[in-house]
T-cell receptor, first 116, second 112 residues
Framework: GAVVSQHPSRVICKSGTSVKIECRSL??????MFWYRQFPKKSLMLMATSNEGSKATYEQGVEKDKFLINHASLTLSTLTVTSAHPEDSSFYIC????????????FGSGTQLSVL | AQKVTQAQTEISVVEKEDVTLDCVYE???????LFWYKQPPSGELVFLIR??????QNEISGRYSWNFQKSTSSFNFTITASQVVDSAVYFC?????????FGAGTQVVVTP
């Protein structure tokens, strides 16, 4: 089956530093990828839609200057949390859309970000 | 606007009992997809099932079964003869045009 690789799985950083999270579709090309955020014991909230070769579309309330998304190739999207603060600590999950059929959505394994 | 409601926050059962998770959704779209995902303590999302809005045929897959009722906008999920490994958070999700709207999740705790 289709595989989406997300790295790192866990990262601890100091406040004020930037952290990059990678999401790769390993055996298919993904023109569209999504980034979600999940707080403890909460649901997944869509942060942004990443489209290859164009600017990401951010959901309401998500700071685009804070969460930089780059989708430079058909197999890679990155999320950079800039100048991270403790309130950015969360579980981040990416997903990749295979083709155009909206039901073919595959998830990465998630990244636990802890900002000290 | 789309909305997915999972009214049950947590369900605790003893092993071998059946568990039914409720999911009610709202959408104005005529074409959409419904999903159930499992999130074990390790965090990754495990895909369980998807259903499109035109397929109301209910399904049984091993110990899992689903009941899709379009008339009541419900997509319930049942685990038969639960096992400890079934302990996880279960999310119902609605997908339209590629965007997934998740419910709040239901924590299932299965004790031996």
């Amino acid at each position: 089956g289709a595989v989406v690789s997300q790295h790192p799985s866990r990262v601890i950083c100091k406040s004020g530093t930037s952290v990059k999270i990678e999401c790769r579709s390993l055996d298919f090309q993904a023109t569209t990828m999504f980034w979600y955020r999940q707080f403890p014991k909460k649901s997944l909230m869509l942060m942004a839609t990443s489209n290859e070769g164009s600017k990401a579309t951010y959901e309401q309330g998500v700071e685009k200057d804070k969460f930089l998304i780059n989708h430079a190739s058909l197999t890679l999207s990155t999320l950079t949390v800039t100048s991270a603060h403790p309130e950015d600590s969360s579980f981040y999950i990416c997903s990749a859309l295979r083709g155009e059929a909206s039901e073919k959505l595959f998830f990465g394994s998630g990244t636990q970000l802890s900002v000290l | 606007a789309q909305k997915v409601t999972q009214a049950q926050t947590e369900i605790s059962v003893v092993e071998k009992e059946d568990v039914t998770l409720d999911c009610v959704y709202e959408t104005r779209d005529t074409t959409y997809y419904l999903f159930w995902y499992k999130q074990p303590p390790s965090g990754e999302l495990v895909f369980l099932i998807r259903r499109n809005s035109f397929d109301e045929q209910n399904e049984i897959s091993g110990r899992y079964s689903w009941n899709f009722q379009k008339s009541t906008s419900s997509f319930n999920f049942t685990i038969t003869a639960s096992q400890v490994v079934d302990s996880a958070v279960y999310f119902c999700a609605l997908n339209s045009w590629g965007k997934l709207q998740f419910g709040a999740g239901t924590q299932v705790v299965v004790t031996p």
